[in-house]
């Protein structure tokens, strides 16, 4: 049986992005796009009319900007498997921080590469996070100059010794392989973790892991004359 491809909805204000972003999508087999929204209000409604696997949301759009457009798309129960990846000509801080928060699963710059983007849109639709490496770096140091928001719950309580370490090297930016080869154990093994990490703490993907180990304090981005991360003990 043929899986269906990865329904796209394209959300952008200028009329020559989308068209772009319309073309390369197109180019996939595996991909498909199912509307295009100039504002961020119509981005909402057809998100909730097309019910698409992946939003592509830029940030500055009007009537709603793509923060709260994305918002209001994962908090509602009609699309909360819709996953938003933000896309933007800018990488700034403030941005970054909170498309996470709103429940963005990715951020990625205008100028990435087609290719990379097109592959950006099935790990989203797969239910990874997804951030580019200079957003990466804002974003810790974003949080390395926040205070925890959420101490230490229930939730993280539950968790293993080896899956507190798991989500400190998600926290770091590791991939599967990546944590796999750091800690010894086989790939399997670490989407298993994953998946638990998931479960416990009710997070939609891998950047609300991200956001969950940082704002709660499970992990501490070193900051001056500080030297390892409490978590993992590793370097940051």
């Not at 100039?38 to 940030?59: F, I």
């Not at 950006?120 to 490496?133: C, Q, S, T």
């Not at 974003?139 to 968790?159: K, Q, T, W, Y």
């Not at 969950?212 to 304090?217: D, F, K, M, P, V």
Request: proline share 4%; aromatic share 2%.
């Amino acid at each position: 049986m043929t899986e269906q491809p990865t329904r796209v909805l394209i959300a952008d204000d200028q009329a020559l992005l989308r068209g772009s972003f319309r073309a390369l999508v197109q180019t996939a087999a595996d991909l498909s796009t199912v509307g295009e929204a100039v504002t961020g209000a119509e981005a909402v409604q057809l998100a909730h009319q097309r019910q698409p696997d992946v939003v592509l949301m830029d940030v500055r759009m009007p009537e709603l900007d793509g923060i709260e457009a994305t918002r209001r798309i994962c908090a509602a129960p009609e699309t909360a498997g819709v996953r938003v990846l933000i896309l933007t000509m800018f990488d700034l801080d403030s941005y970054v921080y909170s498309a996470l928060r709103a429940g963005a699963s990715g951020f990625l710059l205008k100028d990435t590469p087609p290719e990379d983007l097109l592959a950006a849109i099935r790990v989203v639709a797969a239910g990874e996070g997804l951030l580019a490496p200079t957003v990466t770096r804002r974003l810790i140091a974003e949080f390395s100059r926040r205070e925890p928001v959420a101490p230490l719950g229930a939730e993280l309580n539950l968790l293993t010794t080896r899956e507190r370490e798991v989500l400190g090297l998600i926290a770091r930016g590791m991939t599967n392989q990546e944590i796999a080869g750091h800690l010894t154990v086989g790939l399997g093994t670490v989407k298993t973790h994953v998946s638990h990490l998931l479960t416990k703490l009710d997070a939609r993907d891998r950047a609300q892991l991200v956001i969950i180990a940082y704002e709660s304090g499970l992990v501490t981005p070193r900051r001056s004359g500080e030297g390892r991360n409490r978590l993992t003990g590793v370097e940051e």
